[in-house]
């Protein structure tokens, strides 16, 4: 059963920082591209950061110099670290994990910027 569980979401100040965090399980996560959706309230998920197997990576326009997505193969997980973070960065953050036609969802961490 494939499992992605993110964490390290919460309520933090414009200009603060978060890392997010998402474990897979029953996946073989090396060969897996992944990536870090967005939802905010009325609105459409949106693409927030990719990164492949080979750890190529790319970016939203909104976030590119503020965000970095890694992993750690090691470890089963992919980070988001959240810097600069902005009142319209929230959202409900969701890891995503891709192979081919094969797509999997997290439960998705809430992110909220706001003093």
């Known amino acids: 059963q494939v499992q992605l569980v993110e964490s390290g979401g919460g309520l933090v100040q414009p200009g603060g920082s978060l890392r997010l965090s998402c474990a897979a399980s029953g996946i073989t996560f090396s060969i897996y591209d992944m990536g870090w959706y967005r939802q905010a309230p009325g609105k459409q998920r949106e693409l927030v950061a990719t990164i492949t197997s080979g750890s190529s990576t790319d970016y939203a326009e909104s976030v590119k110099g503020r965000f970095t997505i890694s992993r750690d193969n090691a470890k089963n997980t992919v980070y988001l670290q959240m810097n600069s973070l902005k009142p319209e960065d929230t959202a409900v953050y969701y890891c995503?994990?891709?192979?081919?036609?094969?797509?999997?969802w997290g439960q998705g961490t809430q992110v909220t910027v706001s003093s």
């Open positions: 995503n994990a891709k192979l081919a036609t094969m797509w999997y």
